[in-house]
C-alpha cells in the first residue's frame, strides 16, 4: 500500500514528527552511540528538538530559512548574496 500525501505543501515527515526535528534528535543520539554517554545525549535532543518546535511556532513560515539566507548558508533564487549590504547606482 502506498501512502499519499494529502496536500502537496506538506512538509517532510517521519512518522508523526518532522523532518528537522528528527534530524536534530537523531543527530544528538548518534553523537551519544559514538561517545558512550547515550542516556545523557538523548536527552539533550529531546529537550533541543521539543525547544526548535516551539521556535517554529513561534515564527514566520520561511524564518530558518532566511537566518540560513542571512549568515550566508543558503542561496536565495533571484537575491544578491547576503554580504552586500549596500546597493550603488
Same mark, same amino acid.
Given at each position: 500500500?502506498? *501512502?499519499?500525501? *494529502?496536500?502537496?505543501?506538506?512538509? #517532510? @515527515? =517521519?512518522?508523526?514528527?518532522?523532518?528537522? !526535528?528528527?534530524?536534530? =534528535?537523531?543527530?544528538?543520539? #548518534?553523537?551519544?552511540?559514538?561517545?558512550?554517554? &547515550?542516556? $545523557?545525549?538523548?536527552?539533550?535532543?529531546?529537550?533541543?528538538?521539543?525547544? &526548535?518546535? !516551539? #521556535? !517554529?511556532?513561534?515564527?514566520?513560515?520561511?524564518?530558518?530559512?532566511?537566518? &540560513?539566507?542571512?549568515?550566508?548558508? $543558503? !542561496?536565495?533564487?533571484?537575491?544578491?548574496? @547576503? $554580504?552586500? *549590504?549596500?546597493?550603488?547606482?
Amino acid at each position: 500500500m502506498t *501512502r499519499i500525501v *494529502r496536500y502537496i505543501d506538506d512538509p #517532510v @515527515s =517521519f512518522f508523526f514528527w518532522d523532518i528537522d !526535528k528528527v534530524v536534530v =534528535f537523531a543527530t544528538f543520539m #548518534v553523537m551519544g552511540i559514538l561517545t558512550d554517554t &547515550l542516556t $545523557y545525549l538523548i536527552v539533550i535532543g529531546v529537550i533541543l528538538s521539543f525547544t &526548535l518546535s !516551539k #521556535v !517554529k511556532q513561534s515564527r514566520a513560515e520561511g524564518f530558518f530559512m532566511h537566518i &540560513l539566507y542571512w549568515f550566508g548558508f $543558503y !542561496k536565495l533564487r533571484g537575491c544578491p548574496p @547576503s $554580504y552586500i *549590504r549596500e546597493f550603488v547606482e
